[in-house]
């Protein structure tokens, strides 16, 4: 009899699609692509410019899906209460660095609709248990920061997209050349221990087009990339006619996850 191996993709996704479906997640699944123009119109929420298109057989055009929670919120209804979601997906997207477009295997999840404390910090807590799942008994640390404190602190600066390029890079020299306010500064500098994986670190904020409340980053020794990114977007729902909704979700790299054992 033929044993059948997992990929080490597939493998890593098992154990977190359990997690997620056991704390009440339904499992959501897309279509693999959307009309450009839909992505073409939010360009500015994704990680990349780059959006891998084909005409379909009606002549109209279309795309691989370069986001996960762009097609949820596109389709996603509001029934006034609070809706969980989790998926095990493919994304087509040139990553850093990089000069071609990558098929990236994401599982994660999205909480949306009149969300509380609680379900934020719900969401928060299985960003580290999936990194504690992944582990598998390395070390793991999730970075967390306030978004909607850097963007007050910028408060439209005219260099705001250099300046959290410089935090990102925690390139204080950067920061000081641009300006930047000196409260972003030290937090540039600054890092704290607030539990025994959780760490507040304001490198871990990304665009404010897009979070605009927590947003954390997951790393796991073995890997020195982001495993794991996500946040509280109550901004992308109001630009996609969401007005008042709340929203908060991560992906996880499948691929990275995968590799890990090999590091």
Request: aromatic share 10%; charged share 25%; hydrophobic share 40%.
């Amino acid at each position: 009899m033929q044993q059948f191996m997992l990929r080490p993709e597939e493998a890593a996704s098992l154990p977190l699609r359990r997690l997620y479906s056991d704390c009440g997640y339904s499992f959501y699944r897309m279509s693999r692509f959307e009309e450009y123009d839909f992505y073409a119109d939010k360009k500015d929420f994704l990680m990349s410019n780059a959006v891998l298109t084909f005409t379909d057989a009606d002549g109209r055009l279309m795309a691989l899906r370069p986001d996960v929670t762009l097609s949820i919120i596109k389709h996603w209804r509001n029934d006034g209460g609070v809706q969980k979601f989790f998926y095990d997906e493919k994304v087509y997207r040139v990553p850093r660095n990089s000069a071609s477009f990558h098929e990236i295997a994401q599982a994660g999840v999205e909480c949306m609709g009149a969300l509380t404390k609680k379900d934020i910090d719900e969401v928060t807590g299985l960003a580290v248990e999936s990194l504690k799942i992944l582990a598998k008994g390395r070390r793991y640390v999730l970075d967390v920061a306030d978004a909607g404190k850097i963007s007050a602190l910028l408060n439209g600066n005219r260099e705001q997209n250099a300046i959290l390029r410089c935090l990102a890079e925690k390139n204080i020299h950067g920061l000081k050349s641009l300006n930047a306010p000196e409260e972003i500064i030290r937090l540039a500098g600054s890092s704290e221990e607030i539990g025994e994986c959780i760490r507040v670190d304001y490198s871990a904020v990304g665009s404010l087009s897009y979070y605009n409340g927590i947003v954390f980053k997951g790393y796991i020794e073995g890997t020195s990339e982001c495993i794991l990114s996500g946040g509280q977007y109550d901004n992308l729902m109001a630009a996609m006619g969401h007005e008042g909704a709340k929203a908060i979700g991560f992906a996880v790299n499948l691929e990275l996850a995968g590799g890990i054992e090999h590091a």
